[in-house]
């Protein structure tokens, strides 16, 4: 696999840490061992999986000379935060198309993502129903930066396209090159899975360094898994093509768990809940309830349910969020003082 062939940023300076969970594994007492790798400390406006995919995507953008980019995600978008950091550290205007996934959930001034887009000064910021065509709606909003005289580039929400998946495939190559320093092998890696760019470019990249390693999504948006594996089988299959390599994958090797999603996307249950205050008190992580939450509440019920193989080495893959933790306080009673 050959991903010098492809310009990037360099946004990705070092490999992020992989940790080992101590208290987490003991209490699950599952008979595996979890680690973690932390994403969540990528660089960017306080970290999160889009940096690696943005390191391909926004050199990209700029290979074409563009001058704006615009992006779009739900009103809590770790994505279209990170796209604007960026943008801003490379002089570029940035706009933004928000989805209200869940009816009347943007508040403009809410807390989390929502207080970042104000604060980084998105150029431009549009809301639109999440029954809306998103695609016609970035579109337009292109248009209209086309007659004020500017070149934009539109990267699709999530980067979830082949060339931001890239960067997941990069680090398949990052956790390969960790298990020789630090003399482990990982039996499994788990995600969430929404857009599919990082649980695709995972795909791509140990199938393409020949690692046995299984990737396990866990559905933070589509209702069914079935409907997930397709969406991941596809990027998977475009991936690897514009990596070089022939042909898709075994769809049998795309695993994905829609059991974990909670009412919906971004609603999170109480197994989300329970999870994120398990891993908070016992290693002092956070997680967040859109994408992290669910993921982690989906390898500790994997876990519970005997899913793993005995003695198996789990790496959970953080990919950040953690601002929009803030905007959900009232899920959480002991903010205000009462008992858990």
């Known amino acids: 696999m050959n991903l010098s062939q492809f310009p990037r940023r360099g946004y990705v ?4 840490p992989i940790e080992f969970l101590p208290r987490l594994t003991a209490s699950l007492n599952a ?15 306080l970290g999160g999986n889009k940096t ?8 990209r953008a700029l290979s074409l000379g563009a001058d704006a ?12 935060r990170l796209t604007l950091a960026w943008a801003i550290r490379e002089g570029l205007k940035c706009h933004l198309v928000l989805e209200e996934r869940v009816p009347n ?5 809410g807390s989390g993502n929502n207080l970042l887009f104000n604060l980084l000064g998105a150029h431009g910021l549009k809301v639109i129903p999440g029954t809306a065509d998103v695609r016609a709606a970035v579109e337009e909003v292109a248009g209209e930066i086309i007659q004020k005289g500017h070149k934009p580039f539109i990267i699709p929400g999530g980067a979830a396209d082949p060339v931001g998946a890239l960067g997941y495939a990069a680090c398949a190559e990052e956790i390969l090159s960790q298990e020789k320093e630090l003399g482990l092998k990982f039996d499994y890696v788990i995600c ?34 079935e409907a997930q594996k397709e969406v991941v089988a596809d990027l998977t299959a475009r991936t690897r093509d514009l990596l070089g390599l022939s042909g898709g994958i075994d769809p049998a090797t795309v695993v994905s768990f829609a059991d974990y999603l909670g009412p919906g996307y971004s609603l999170p249950d109480a197994g989300t809940l329970d999870a994120i205050r398990l891993l908070a008190r016992t290693e002092a992580i956070l997680t967040d309830p859109i994408y992290t939450g669910k993921a982690l509440a989906g390898l500790l019920g994997l876990a519970r349910t005997g899913y793993f193989k005995p003695k198996s080495k ?16 009232n899920y959480f009673p002991e903010v205000a003082g009462q008992d858990s």
């Open 52 to 59: 690696r995919k943005l390191d391909f995507s926004v050199a």
């Open 105 to 109: 959930s943007y508040d403009p001034h």
């Open 13 to 16: 300076k070092s490999p992020t």
């Open 314 to 329: 789990v790496l959970f893959l953080h990919t950040g969020g953690v601002p929009a933790l803030f905007s959900y306080q």
């Open 69 to 80: 980019l615009v992006t779009s995600g739900a009103v809590q978008s770790n994505h279209c």
């Open 192 to 225: 969430a899975s929404g857009s599919g760019g990082t649980h695709s470019g995972l795909l791509a990249g140990f199938s393409a360094l020949g690692s046995a390693i299984k990737v396990v999504g866990v559905n933070v948006r589509r209702p069914t898994s």
């Open 31 to 45: 008979g595996i061992e979890v680690f973690v790798k932390r994403d969540d400390l990528l660089p960017g406006t």
